[in-house]
């Protein structure tokens, strides 16, 4: 095998294919494909999305990220102006497995309003009782399908 240079010599090539990526492309690939896309808890990318219901509830919603990420959730807040129906709908398109609901009621009591990813509604708990669950799920990679 050999090529011409720019001083029209011919010269061998000393590197014939790179692909330093390649295999964790296709691992990537594999994972997408296996998971659909609804990664485990464990291995979203983003674990949780707190959906505050106005602007009013911000500041709790930076409190309860805060706590989520000293444990060492991946955690978003979605503080756009937008109806909450479509928060919820984008992220169950987004395929996020938590979203953590926040009104009037849920920072009166502190409390959380819990969705988990194509199951719905899973009530009110508190934000320790969500975060003890959340970390096992995390730590113990538990897959619940």
């Known amino acids: 095998m050999a090529y011409t240079t720019q001083q029209n010599d011919t010269d061998i090539p000393l590197i014939i294919h790179r692909a330093p990526l390649g295999t964790h492309e296709r691992f990537i690939g594999f994972l997408l494909e296996h998971y659909?896309?609804?990664?485990?808890?464990?291995l979203a990318p983003v674990q949780v999305k707190i959906l505050p219901l106005s602007d009013k509830y911000i500041d709790y919603a930076k409190e309860i990220k805060a706590s989520l990420r000293r444990e060492g959730v991946r955690v978003e807040i979605d503080d756009r102006n937008e109806k909450i129906g479509r928060k919820i709908r984008e992220a169950e398109l987004s395929?996020?497995?938590y979203m953590l609901i926040l009104g009037e009621k849920e920072m009166e009591d502190a409390k959380l309003s819990v969705r988990r990813q194509g199951k719905g509604d899973m009530g009110v708990q508190l934000l320790e009782e969500f975060m003890n669950s959340i970390v096992d799920e995390i730590k113990e990679r538990k897959s619940t399908e």
């Open 36 to 42: 659909a896309g609804k990664f485990p808890t464990w």
């Open 95 to 97: 395929r996020v497995p």
